[in-house]
T-cell receptor
Framework: EAQVTQNPRYLITVTGKKLTVTCSQNMNHEYMSWYRQDPGLGLRQIYYSMNVEVTDKGDVPEGYKVSRKEKRNFPLILESPSPNQTSLYFC?????????????FGSGTQLSVL | LAKTTQPISMDSYEGQEVNITCSHNNIATNDYITWYQQFPSQGPRFIIQGYKTKVTNEVASLFIPADRKSSTLSLPRVSLSDTAVYYCLVGDSPRYGGSQGNLIFGKGTKLSVKP
């Protein structure tokens, strides 16, 4: 089954403790992206990757890192999490077929930083 | 990058047709228009995509006027399960040389369907 898999689904951590949220897709997509969603603010893009070893900042990259060493994986790294990074995070990937991008989203990761 | 504007919320009743309009005044020639649906605590799901005129699939229709500065998502005969947030997204095509990776979602339209 074609899917984008994020782990973990829920995560509670403390300020300053490094964490990684994993994202994997099995559709051979070149494009991958991370979003955070907060009440009243909609979906905001953190980072995106057009291909392996190619990453770029989205609208809210501060406090986050990403890497794209393999086509299928695009982990989101919080080196020193802070409470303002408490949010619902989504990973997405996109095909490169006809038409515009069609994003496939993961199920989300609810992160709480205490 | 084309910015989009949608109504914040809409109410409807079961069985009615719902039309949600998105404004994208500075859409570029190579941009496509894509609509997504999102239920609470779930990732957005692709609904429909178009470039011009009308596109229809099994769940919705998308109407795009000739100037392409707006688009309208039409949901026929909505049910309670259509209660969700709907997003319109404008972006170029990777197949035709598009390099737009910074895809910006607006705040979406919260549709509430009542019995």
């Amino acid at each position: 089954e074609a899917q984008v898999t994020q782990n973990p689904r829920y995560l509670i951590t403390v300020t300053g403790k490094k964490l990684t949220v994993t994202c994997s897709q099995n559709m051979n997509h070149e494009y991958m992206s991370w979003y955070r969603q907060d009440p009243g603010l909609g979906l905001r893009q953190i980072y995106y990757s057009m291909n392996v070893e190619v990453t770029d900042k989205g609208d809210v990259p501060e406090g986050y890192k990403v890497s794209r060493k393999e086509k299928r994986n695009f982990p989101l790294i919080l080196e020193s999490p802070s409470p303002n990074q408490t949010s619902l995070y989504f990973c997405a990937s996109s095909s490169s077929g006809r038409g515009g991008r069609k994003l496939f989203f993961g199920s989300g990761t609810q992160l709480s930083v205490l | 990058l084309a910015k989009t504007t949608q109504p914040i919320s809409m109410d409807s009743y079961e069985g009615q047709e719902v039309n949600i309009t998105c404004s994208h005044n500075n859409i570029a020639t190579n941009d496509y228009i894509t609509w997504y649906q999102q239920f609470p605590s779930q990732g957005p799901r692709f609904i429909i995509q178009g470039y011009k005129t009308k596109v229809t699939n099994e769940v919705a229709s998308l109407f795009i006027p000739a100037d392409r500065k707006s688009s309208t998502l039409s949901l026929p005969r909505v049910s309670l399960s259509d209660t969700a947030v709907y997003y319109c997204l404008v972006g170029d095509s990777p197949r035709y040389g598009g390099s737009q990776g910074n895809l910006i979602f607006g705040k979406g339209t919260k549709l509430s369907v009542k019995p």
